[in-house]
């Protein structure tokens, strides 16, 4: 019988959490500590061990190289986590990671040629701190989804927390998975999840299906992912947006 750690998880971050995320259960933001209960935040969590690389080795050493004819992006990210990924228990190194990663991926000089005036520097700050949570959401090499927040529900976290109408939680869904639309930063991307030992990867099609996303580590099976993730899905988003504050309240 194997035992999950389910400890209390407590990391202090460079900058400061919005206060709302306290609406959801399990999840206590005081500035810039955080502290999760994983027994009340997850709807499952099976494995307390992720796969991680050092950022600032990733940042020295992988995001200025470039892809050739013989070694896509791809296969120079999967190398460096062969040579530099590994196994931690600790949860708070895995969100300052994520932290370093998406304040990285998500950083406001992208703003001015995105083509999109709708998304401002706020929304940035909002996809790096729920981005940051979903790091600790885990898929294993056989495709089964072991670890399970709300945050892996983008669009419902972000509408309870950020009080976001349907509209803006599912542009904002659409920045963080579609790699801000454009090749270039998604080749930052790839890289850049290096450090958290995988890529990137969404179960959904489009905003309405809300289908979620996971750092998924390469030759994770996607078609077990995907059985798994339709099985669960409705039943947890409902309860995440249960926790959604009404004007009357």
């Avoid at 991926?105 to 940051?132: K, V, Y």
Wanted: glycine residues 8%.
């Amino acid at each position: 019988m194997t035992t999950i750690d389910t400890s209390t998880i407590t990391v202090e971050l460079p900058d400061a959490f919005d206060p709302r995320w306290n609406r959801l259960p399990g999840i206590q933001v005081d500035g810039r500590r955080i502290t999760i209960d994983p027994a009340e935040y997850f709807f499952r969590f099976e494995s307390s061990t992720w796969l991680v690389a050092d950022w600032e080795l990733v940042k020295a050493q992988l995001l200025d190289v470039d892809e050739t004819t013989e070694s896509a992006v791809e296969q120079l990210a999967l190398d460096f986590i062969k040579n530099h990924g590994e196994s931690t228990s600790d949860a708070a190194r895995v969100l300052a990671t994520a932290y370093g990663v998406y304040s990285y991926l998500f950083r406001e000089e992208h703003l001015a040629g995105l083509g999109l005036p709708q998304i401002t520097a706020d929304h940035l700050r909002m996809l790096r701190e729920a981005a940051t949570l979903m790091a600790l959401n885990k898929v294993e090499l056989d495709g089964h989804i072991s670890n399970v927040g709300p945050c892996w529900f983008f669009p419902a976290a972000t509408s309870v927390v950020f009080d976001l109408d349907d509209a803006t939680g599912g542009m904002l869904d659409e920045a963080y998975h579609g790699g801000w639309f454009n090749e270039h930063r998604r080749i930052e991307s790839i890289k850049a999840h290096a450090a958290l030992g995988g890529r990137l990867v969404h179960g959904c099609r489009s905003v309405p299906d809300q289908s979620g996303g996971v750092v998924a580590p390469y030759g994770a099976s996607m078609a077990s992912f995907r059985d798994d993730l339709a099985e669960f899905k409705a039943g947890w988003i409902e309860q995440v947006y249960a926790h959604r504050v009404t004007a009357a309240e």
